[in-house]
């Protein structure tokens, strides 16, 4: 009885965040894009007079030669830089807790992310316990950075999180099994550099995973009931860019043209979610990816035809999926609007087909179900401004779908 009152206070209260979703300011970082755009914002930084440049990576970038030539460039121009390559995948307090000690002892002035969005993630919330002294559970929520951060810059690796454009980050609990988001507009990178010569050896099933992930959250902003007079744009334009670009890239990693297209339609959808959240997908990927390690992109990847199967029958998401369709060129605009939204939720299940994600959650087991299903609610139905209330038998009916 008290979870469904529980559920209902998060609706009802829910309301009074879209004012604050307007009001926040969400600053914009200077983008560099293109080869060689890496190199480029390293000049930048050693213009702007910082000296003391730490680069949060990880290992196997570093053995992969890719951070190297940053931190030659860095260096050429006077800057004294040291690489911390200890982030890994999910980045828990312990990962960020050394991530933090490697800042205090270079005395950073500045921080470079060069990575996925683990590793710009992991940068953000280390930068914030730089300047503030705190665990990163004491980050954990809205707006509790409150001071300004070191220069924090962002170069991805990955074409999916959007994280050099966003107000948050995530962080996993190994204890609880739970990921949690610090979420600041102090945390968006200064500047980032949209560099496809340093993706162009992402492994197929990273660069699929990762490019449905940005398309989740360019779905999951656009059909959602908190409208701003960007999202439109940005999440359009991103579903357009990934459903003609991804399969190009799965097939040919070195397609500089599609690569940069995957990184502008991740960088274009994490500026559709800032302002417009995400939904269901994210709720419950969030928590089957702490209980199971299932890395974020393939977690979303798998989840996200199963929840437009189940929202498109609602006015507002069929609405935004129909107009989807038409924007894909899946349809015409004359078509009935809930054949066009079913065409959308089907061109996505052939999308995944086509790049190889898998259909089902290998690491879902039926008994964790209402677990899942119970953190996913709570999640969304506090955060998320969804266009379809689901109930609790619909969220445990949905994950018995993707039980393999």
């Not at 954990?140 to 810059?153: A, D, E, N, S, Y």
């Not at 609880?176 to 507009?185: F, G, L, Q, R």
């Not at 496809?196 to 059909?223: R, S």
Request: net charge positive; with cysteine.
């Amino acid at each position: 009885m008290l979870f469904p009152l529980r559920l209902l206070a998060y609706r009802l209260v829910k309301p009074l965040q879209w004012p604050t979703s307007r009001v926040v300011a969400i600053p914009r970082p200077t983008t560099f894009v293109g080869p060689g755009s890496a190199l480029k914002l390293c000049d930048s930084i050693a213009l702007f007079g910082l000296r003391r440049v730490l680069i949060v990576t990880d290992a196997v970038l570093v053995k992969l030669g890719l951070v190297e030539p940053l931190r030659q460039a860095l260096a050429s121009r006077g800057v004294e830089v040291a690489v911390h390559d200890g982030i890994t995948p999910d980045p828990t307090y312990d990962v960020l807790e050394r991530g933090l000690e490697a800042a205090r002892a270079h005395r950073a002035d500045s921080i470079l992310a060069v990575g996925g969005g683990s590793v710009i993630d992991a940068a953000k919330i280390i930068d914030a316990m730089f300047v503030t002294g705190k665990h990163p559970s004491k980050l954990v929520g809205m707006l509790k950075v409150r001071k300004p951060v070191l220069p924090l810059f962002a170069v991805p690796t990955t074409a999916g999180t959007g994280s050099e454009v966003t107000v948050a980050a995530v962080v996993t609990d190994p204890v609880e099994h739970v990921k949690s988001a610090v979420i600041d507009p102090k945390l968006v990178p200064a500047a980032a550099a949209l560099d496809p010569e340093l993706t162009v050896g992402m492994p197929k099933h990273i660069t699929a995973a990762t490019g449905m992930d940005a398309l989740t959250h360019a779905v999951e902003a656009y059909v959602n009931r908190w409208p701003h007079a960007e999202t439109a744009f940005h999440a359009v334009s991103a579903v357009r860019m990934i459903f003609a670009n991804l399969p190009r890239a799965c097939a040919d990693g070195r397609d500089l043209a599609a690569r940069e297209a995957m990184l502008l339609a991740s960088f274009y959808a994490g500026l559709a979610f800032t302002k417009a959240y995400v939904g269901y997908v994210h709720a419950f990927s969030h928590k089957v990816g702490g209980l199971y390690g299932v890395p974020h992109g393939l977690g979303n990847a798998i989840l996200l035809p199963y929840v437009l199967d189940f929202i498109k029958d609602s006015p507002l998401a069929e609405q935004r999926l129909a107009e989807l369709a038409v924007a894909i060129g899946a349809s015409q605009a004359s078509e009935p609007r809930a054949a066009l939204a079913q065409r959308f939720v089907e061109r996505v299940k052939e999308l995944n087909r086509t790049v190889g994600v898998p259909e089902k959650l290998e690491a879902l087991k039926p008994a964790d179900i209402p677990e899942v299903a119970r953190a996913a609610m709570i999640e969304a139905h506090r955060d998320y401004p969804v266009p379809k209330n689901m109930k609790f038998v619909e969220a445990e009916a949905l994950l018995k779908q993707c039980l393999a």
